[in-house]
């Protein structure tokens, strides 16, 4: 198991581009595939993007696709979401998970972190 740690996240206008982080613990990030989620007020928590243990494969939701970019840094154990072009709807406590399965669905990720809020004001 990776422990995780995001940072990254706060009140940020319409527009604004932030980049979140999500420092892993331990020996082997590079064996999880990592993903980011979300989960505004009320609502489920959602998937907003993965990538493959190398980093060579990514997947995104509709919802932010184009906009949001996420990668990894497999020798400083840390994984980041570059954020573009914030929408209101973009407002939640994003989170990061790990999965040891080599595809990217969604259902196989969990040992989240604590969560980072982004609040995007309009």
């Known amino acids: 198991q990776v422990q995780l740690v995001e940072s990254g996240g706060g009140l940020v206008q319409a527009g604004g581009s932030p980049r979140l982080s999500c420092a892993a613990s331990?020996?082997?990030?590079?064996?999880?595939?990592m993903g980011w989620f979300r989960q505004a007020p009320g609502k489920e928590r959602e998937f907003v993007a993965a990538?493959?243990?190398?980093?060579?494969?990514?997947s995104y939701a509709d919802s932010v696709k184009g906009r949001f970019t996420i990668s990894r840094d497999n020798a400083k154990n840390t994984l980041y979401l570059q954020m573009n072009s914030l929408k209101p709807e973009d407002t939640a406590v994003y989170y990061c998970?790990?999965?040891?399965?080599?595809?990217?669905?969604?259902?196989?990720?969990?040992?989240w972190g604590q969560g980072t809020q982004v609040t995007v004001s309009s």
């Open positions: 998970g790990s999965s040891r399965y080599p595809d990217l669905s969604p259902r196989n990720f969990g040992s």
């Open positions: 331990g020996r082997t990030f590079s064996s999880y595939a």
């Open positions: 990538i493959s243990r190398s980093g060579r494969y990514t």
